[in-house]
């Protein structure tokens, strides 16, 4: 079993910058697995079957078909290896789900049905999981920072017209105190609203969820920064945004028109950017908000 806790940790430190070596990594995990089974643990056609499984295994190239060898292993386990037998995810599209589907027969196996330190393995597959988790939601960020970086000229012009005619759709909507128009937009599969506030002012709005991870949500706001300090006029400035729900916020800043006048930045669309926390996640809230002054 040394074997398995060897590939754990080389996809732990290699992953995030080699795909490839995830799919080998994991692959290895779950092969040393299937061949630590003790005997009596197994489904009796588990003998005659272990060979084409191990061969299916070495062909595997993808996340799915990954998982397709997790699913035919776990159902070779008999029910007497389990302490309950987990209910494993039939579909999966990355590598996160096939290795939490591992996790989860690790986790559910009855110590003496491997021949190996059981609970080390199952906290060194936890750890696959959520190093697997991160490389994922680090490249959503990207994503999602292009997607904005993409838009934003558009977005904006439109809040300089009142209104955002050519951005919002439809009727306006209520939820709860809020109202809100929906829009044609998309940033990274997230559909942004345009929100009507107390004030009668509208605007554009999206968030982007970094979960549990305070340090993704630093680095979110820094691409966006860097995004928007080079995107909007070089008669803005950035500020402190002391909006009340960002209060003791990790992060939040406003770029608006520079003046000593509160009319002339009032008549000016701003952007901002701020951190939410709800629960124990971390909500990276994007605003682009007309001016507050109608012309």
Same mark, same amino acid.
């Given at each position: /079993?040394?074997?398995?806790?060897?590939?754990?940790?080389?996809? =732990?430190?290699?992953?995030?910058?080699?795909?490839?070596?995830?799919?080998?990594?994991?692959?290895?995990?779950?092969?040393?697995?299937?061949?630590?089974?003790?005997?009596?643990?197994?489904?009796?056609? +588990?003998?005659?079957?272990?060979?084409?499984?191990?061969?299916?295994?070495?062909?595997?190239?993808?996340? /799915?078909?990954?998982?397709?060898?997790?699913?035919?292993?776990?159902?070779?386990?008999?029910?007497?290896?389990?302490?309950?037998?987990?209910?494993?995810?039939?579909?999966?599209?990355?590598? *996160?789900?096939?290795?939490?589907?591992?996790?989860?027969?690790?986790?559910?196996?009855?110590?003496?049905?491997?021949?190996?330190?059981?609970?080390?393995?199952?906290?060194? *597959?936890?750890?696959?999981?959520?190093?697997?988790?991160?490389?994922?939601?680090?490249?959503?960020?990207?994503?999602?920072?292009?997607?904005?970086?993409?838009?934003?000229?558009? #977005?904006?012009?439109?809040?300089?017209?009142?209104?955002?005619?050519?951005?919002?759709?439809?009727?306006?909507?209520?939820?709860?105190?809020?109202?809100?128009?929906?829009?044609?937009?998309? =940033?990274?599969?997230?559909?942004?609203? =345009?929100?009507?506030?107390?004030?009668?002012?509208?605007?554009?709005?999206?968030?982007?969820?970094?979960?549990?991870?305070?340090?993704?949500?630093?680095?979110?706001?820094?691409?966006?920064?860097?995004?928007?300090?080079?995107?909007?006029?070089?008669?803005?400035?950035?500020?402190?945004?002391?909006?009340?729900?960002?209060?003791?916020?990790?992060?939040?800043? #406003? +770029?608006?028109?520079?003046?000593?006048?509160?009319?002339?930045?009032?008549?000016?669309?701003?952007?901002?950017?701020?951190?939410?926390?709800?629960?124990?996640?971390?909500?990276?809230?994007?605003? =682009? /908000?007309?001016?507050?002054?109608?012309?």
């Amino acid at each position: /079993m040394a074997k398995l806790l060897w590939c754990v940790l080389f996809l =732990i430190s290699f992953a995030p910058a080699h795909g490839q070596t995830a799919t080998e990594s994991l692959r290895n995990a779950i092969k040393e697995i299937g061949e630590s089974l003790e005997k009596g643990f197994y489904e009796k056609s +588990w003998k005659k079957e272990k060979p084409q499984w191990l061969s299916d295994l070495a062909s595997a190239q993808n996340a /799915m078909q990954l998982n397709d060898i997790v699913l035919r292993l776990d159902q070779s386990i008999a029910d007497k290896g389990y302490q309950s037998r987990p209910t494993l995810i039939k579909k999966v599209q990355t590598f *996160v789900g096939t290795s939490e589907n591992v996790f989860l027969i690790c986790n559910q196996l009855v110590p003496e049905s491997i021949a190996g330190d059981l609970k080390q393995i199952s906290l060194h *597959v936890e750890q696959i999981c959520n190093e697997l988790n991160l490389v994922i939601l680090k490249s959503e960020i990207q994503k999602f920072s292009q997607d904005f970086n993409n838009q934003f000229d558009q #977005i904006f012009e439109d809040a300089k017209s009142i209104g955002f005619l050519k951005t919002k759709k439809g009727e306006i909507k209520s939820l709860g105190k809020s109202k809100f128009y929906s829009t044609n937009n998309k =940033i990274n599969g997230i559909a942004p609203q =345009i929100i009507l506030d107390e004030e009668n002012n509208l605007r554009f709005c999206v968030r982007f969820s970094c979960r549990e991870n305070v340090n993704l949500a630093k680095e979110l706001c820094s691409l966006l920064e860097n995004i928007i300090k080079h995107k909007v006029p070089k008669t803005y400035q950035r500020a402190r945004d002391f909006s009340p729900e960002y209060a003791k916020s990790i992060y939040a800043f #406003i +770029w608006e028109f520079e003046s000593e006048k509160f009319i002339e930045i009032a008549k000016k669309p701003t952007v901002s950017v701020g951190v939410l926390k709800e629960s124990s996640n971390f909500l990276v809230e994007v605003r =682009i /908000m007309e001016p507050v002054f109608k012309r």
